[in-house]
Nanobody, 124 residues
């Protein structure tokens, strides 16, 4: 399974970005897709996740009300719409697939496959 993330860039505070992640290969018929981020000098942290049919979503507290995760299973793609961006949202954003691991979706260790990351920079 390979994951290709895109959509990062430079945006002013208060602006929006839409990240996308396309999965290729065969991650299975039912898998959770998630987004994490890692700022310089910090640990990778959970942002949001959606179950295989998008019926259940989970958000980090900082993402609630500003970020929306959505899935397009026909395209094996997950999106992260980010609104009202803040300078502290600056980070490399990674998408991930939980295909076999049954751990909680908020943990890095629960995911089996990772994309290469896309940089989001929010200027003040």
């Amino acid at each position: 399974v390979q994951l290709q993330a895109s959509g990062g860039g430079l945006v002013q505070a208060g602006g929006s970005l839409r990240l996308s992640c396309a999965a290729s290969g065969r991650p299975g018929s039912r898998y959770t897709m998630g987004w994490f981020r890692q700022a310089p000098g910090k640990e990778r942290e959970f942002v949001a996740a959606a179950t295989w049919n998008g019926g259940s979503t989970t958000y980090a507290d900082f993402a609630k009300g500003r970020f929306t995760i959505s899935r397009d299973n026909a395209e094996n793609t997950v999106h992260l719409q980010m609104n009202s961006l803040k300078p502290e949202d600056t980070a490399v954003y990674y998408c991930a697939v939980q295909a076999y691991n049954g751990g909680t979706v908020v943990r890095v260790s629960s995911y089996d496959y990772w994309g290469q990351g896309t940089l989001v920079t929010v200027s003040s």
